[in-house]
């Protein structure tokens, strides 16, 4: 399943209730929870395309580090912390894109 393509905007419409638009103006979620942090709760949603364009593009750049340093670190120092977060962008990705 895809997602409907960002970039997202928050409405400033309401304090309590906040929507999110994608750019042709089509609501994309709402937040309807009462409290302080449903503003906050809004703009993390609104950025979640953004963010998850980012998180793709720092798992591409950690994938190419790895492959130049394969014969650069004899140690491995740096490559099993690598290989970790590379692995856990794998699998973050899988879920945003695929689900659980």
Known sequence: MKHTPGPWKLSKTQVVKCSIYDDEGKPVAHCDR????TPA?????????????KLADVKGFISRLLADMEDNDPDNQWRYQLD???????????KITEGS
Do not use: Q, Y
């Open 34 to 37: 009462r409290g302080s942090e």
């Open 41 to 53: 709760n809004a703009r993390l949603i609104a950025a979640a395309p953004t963010m998850f364009g």
């Open 84 to 94: 970790e977060v590379n692995d856990d962008l794998t699998e973050t990705l899988r």
